[in-house]
């Protein structure tokens, strides 16, 4: 199974880690200085997407050092065939659904029904990068690192649930610097409140076996990963969302996920 040939899980996840936390950690100190200047701003924005792309720097040089991985990466980016339109459905338009359904919910504990309107602009700053392409560009960019060698390596080891729960508490520990860049979203969600904070760790949960699940439901197709992971961001940025509605989303989630790995045990739980 090529799955297997996806061995040096200790290699991509330490690189992986220790690359962006090198720069993001930087990006934070660079951020933080006073008084800020269009040279320190350029500085921090670069060093903040240098993290973002040191993933897939890593997995090239391990995909590529083998041609059976390169050829198995460039099919699955279109690999369509067999997969069920409902999968791809899922992953366009469930974000959307438990955004507004969670936004619903939270009315009946008092939350305004303002909610439900347009925003007039980004809850965070991305530097000299417009917000919208930080929004397109980070998953693209991520998924493109986790879904070409990260998901498979840990699969080839363990179960689909156990992998996804490993990467889900990898991820949250991956963003942790991100917090320290002076307005970026991580910043920003740090300064809301510990509970905000501990939601966006533990909504990565349900997100990651959600997003797994699509991936291996669709033969492992990247496309499916990269989509789900836009609608994510961008489903929670375009309404005026209460920070407890994304609490409720994440709740919402759970229980979805719930059904999902209890309606296909054998699928989450074999090795």
Known sequence: MIIKKYQHTFIFYALSTILPWAFWFTAGYTSQITPSNHSLVLGTSILSFLGLISPNIVAFFLIFSNKELCLDVFARFFNFKGTKIKYWFTACFLMLVSILLAQAVSLIFGYSA???????????????????????????FEELAWHSYGTDCLRSKFSLFTSSMLFAFYWGMWHMPLSFIQDYYHSNV???????????????????????????????NILIAIIFHITAGYFNEIFCTHPMSKVIQTVLLCFFTIYIVLNEKDFFFQK
């Not at 409140?193 to 990651?208: A, D, E, T």
Request: glycine share 6%; hydrophobic share 55%; proline share 7%.
């Open 190 to 220: 740090l300064e809301s409140g510990i509970i905000y904070s501990l939601n966006f760790i533990l909504s990565l949960f349900p997100f990651v076996l959600i997003m797994n699940w699509l991936y291996y439901k669709t033969n492992r």
């Open 114 to 140: 303002d909610q439900f309107k347009p925003a007039g602009s980004f809850s965070f700053t991305s530097g000299i990068f417009p917000v919208w392409f930080l929004l397109l560009a980070a998953p693209f």
